[in-house]
């Protein structure tokens, strides 16, 4: 039986294409996510050889990652390659700053591929970074075995994904229709950590964020949405036009969630580290353990 949520990776890889010039002024949620996970590599001792920054979208993170670890290898992983020339054409415009380099004029630590399956060597990667890309996989555990198997032994793999709760208000908006998606489907934390620990990765820890925007009306909501390329890109999705009539019907549906004259789009994010090695802390019966941080308020 098929799945309605799958995702059609040739629709979601031309929405984020033509997605390259408007997304950074729009991804306000995963800026701060980036940010709070480099926070976070400040309590990390570690000199990675090779970085692999997976789904690295305008190559934002792949420039920070360069900076703090000036003496490693950055490769820059996109599936969407108007990202990836989004990204070489930011560091020749100098706006990277100082680092150019990252990109060093040529196209070797840029890569177009998919996350599912990675054309990198085993044990070849250092650090695996990925902020908000996987929950456009179809297959996590293929996705965690890739991971596993291109990280060097102690390699640490640090990543971010959209929890069950996000776009919760649009899911519900247009939540009439039977057998019909419009919103992705998040996995949730827990099934996460089950699915780092069968790709092999010891001790997962993983915690849960949200944030939530706030906007006039349900077309500033799709408008962003669209900035940065999060078209619904499922396999369930309605195939006729969307027209005036849908939107009427959103924008009444929507206007339950209205709070202090503001519309919510809630985005849950879940964070996990977790590293591949087996010097690594395991109960007697070679389980490794999943450790759960309480819910930020």
Known sequence: MQDIYTIDKARARTSFGRAAETYDGAAIVQKQVRDEMLSRLDLVKISPQVILDAGCGTGLASHALQKRFAKSQ????DFALPMLQKARAMAHAGLFNQVKSLFGGTAQNLLCADIESLPLANASIGLLWS??????VNDLDKTFQEFHRVLQSEGLLMFSTFGPDTLKELRAATSGQAGVTSVSRFIDMHDIGDALVRAGFSAPVLDVERFTLTYDDVKSVMRDLKSIGAHNATDGRSRGLLGRGFLTKLEASY????????????????????????????????VSPVTFSPRKK
Do not use: C, M
Request: glycine residues 10%.
């Open 74 to 77: 950055v490769v820059s992983l």
């Open 131 to 136: 902020n908000l890309a996987i929950q456009w």
């Open 255 to 286: 206007e339950q969630f209205r709070q202090a004259g503001k519309l919510p789009a809630t985005f849950e994010v879940v964070y996990g580290h977790a590293w591949r090695g087996q010097d690594k802390p395991k109960f007697e019966d070679g």
